[in-house]
């Protein structure tokens, strides 16, 4: 048996592996989609594409009064909501309705809690997370490293306009 690795700790280099992959990818996606968001930006500045279409949506607007006549119809519309209530007295059954529920949910939780069934799974799921939670914090540190490697790549080939060159490099 001399030479042979546990199937345990194969799984740990297989984990490990994975996390290596996931992260390299990850990092190298974000570091080419901060880059293709500023070319973007930097577009969009040189020829005012966001500016002329707000631009025209407001000169729309104004032509047209469109928020105006938004802003009276929401206010006819309030208006007829408060008027049915004030007959119907809809808010108040609505409110009673709501507290009859809470009361319920109340008595309902306190049993809940009061289980030692709950209790057991609640301490599973809490162990689950946890253990969860460091693989994400083990994952997103090799991330942030990995990203800033593939920014710091990428700085260097800003000469460069071929995007093949940039993929090549991370």
């Known amino acids: 048996m001399q030479g042979k690795t546990s199937p345990s700790a194969s799984g740990r280099v297989y ?9 390299s990818v990850l990092a190298k996606g974000s570091a080419i989609g901060q880059d293709a968001m500023n070319k973007a930006k930097a577009f969009d500045e040189k020829h005012r594409l966001s500016a002329s279409a707000s631009e025209k949506v407001t000169s729309f ?5 469109l928020t ?8 006819v519309v309030n208006e007829k909501v ?4 004030q007959r119907l007295h809809v808010s108040d059954k609505t409110m009673a309705a709501i507290f009859a529920a809470e009361r319920k949910l109340n008595n309902t939780g306190s049993a809940v809690k009061s289980s030692r069934y709950v209790s057991a799974g ?12 460091r693989a994400g914090q083990v994952a997103g540190t090799k991330t942030r490293e990995k990203f800033n490697l593939a920014v710091s790549n990428l700085t260097a080939k800003v000469g460069s306009t071929r995007g093949a060159s940039i993929l090549d490099g991370l």
């Open 15 to 23: 984990v490990s592996r994975a996390q290596e992959v996931v992260t």
């Open 61 to 65: 607007d104004q032509r047209v009064g």
């Open 68 to 75: 105006e006549k938004l802003t009276i119809g929401i206010s």
């Open 82 to 85: 408060k008027s049915v209530d």
């Open 122 to 133: 609640t301490a599973w799921l809490n162990g689950a997370f946890s253990k969860v939670a």
